[in-house]
């Protein structure tokens, strides 16, 4: 558990094959509450551990806020 707050993370877009891209590492600033509500999906055992959780939810806005909102699908 990290008690500072700040933790690094490797985050990699995925395709749909669920095969990872060279991964960068990268610090992220969150607030205690959303640490609190990524650690309860990680003990309700949703996600294996935060950073799986939040390459999912960066892969699932990319998804909708980038690659829906492209004309004729490309």
């Known amino acids: 558990m990290i008690i500072s707050g700040i933790w690094k993370i490797a985050v990699s877009f995925q395709n749909t094959e669920r095969r990872y891209d060279p991964m960068k590492l990268i610090t992220l600033y969150l607030p205690e509450p959303y640490i ?8 309700a ?7 799986e ?6 892969k699932d806005l990319i998804s909708t806020e980038v690659w829906e909102r492209r004309p004729n699908g490309d």
Not at 36 to 43: E, G, K, M, P
Not at 53 to 58: G, H, L, N, P, Y
């Open 36 to 43: 609190r509500a990524l650690d309860s999906l990680v003990t």
């Open 53 to 58: 959780a939040i390459r999912v939810a960066i």
């Open 45 to 51: 055992r949703f996600y294996p551990n935060r950073a």
